[in-house]
Nanobody, 117 residues
Framework: QVQLVESGGGLVQAGGTLRLSCVAS????????RGWFRQVPGKQRELVAN???????NYGEFVKGRFSISRDNAKSTIYLQMTGLKPDDTAVYYC???????????WGQGTAVTVSS
């Protein structure tokens, strides 16, 4: 088991920046990738960005160069640097850890991001 704790959400004006952080309770060898998803009421959770164990990154199409995912392995932490925020980015952002071997996803409790126009 691994627990994920997000932080860094909040209220920001359009065009602003935020940095989200996600700390894992421990490093698990079975975790293939870690990342961020987001969800708004009535819609499916969607991928924002993820980073694989080998450092390969993947972004949702809507990101368009505005967000950047990174990690600090020594701190078991991943980050999501968000710039050029838009009101459409308003959502609850969830940290994710994926284990391909066990076919399992771990989720944080979510952190809310609100972008005002």
């Amino acid at each position: 088991q691994v627990q994920l704790v997000e932080s860094g959400g909040g209220l920001v004006q359009a065009g602003g920046t935020l940095r989200l952080s996600c700390v894992a309770s421990r490093d698990m060898w079975s975790i293939n990738s870690r990342g961020w998803f987001r969800q708004v009421p009535g819609k499916q959770r969607e991928l924002v960005a993820n980073i694989a164990r080998d450092g390969t990154t993947n972004y949702g199409e809507f990101v368009k160069g505005r967000f950047s995912i990174s990690r600090d392995n020594a701190k078991s932490t991943i980050y999501l640097q968000m710039t050029g925020l838009k009101p459409d980015d308003t959502a609850v952002y969830y940290c994710n850890a994926h284990s391909g071997m066990y076919g399992r996803d771990y989720w944080g409790q979510g952190t809310a991001v609100t972008v005002s126009s």
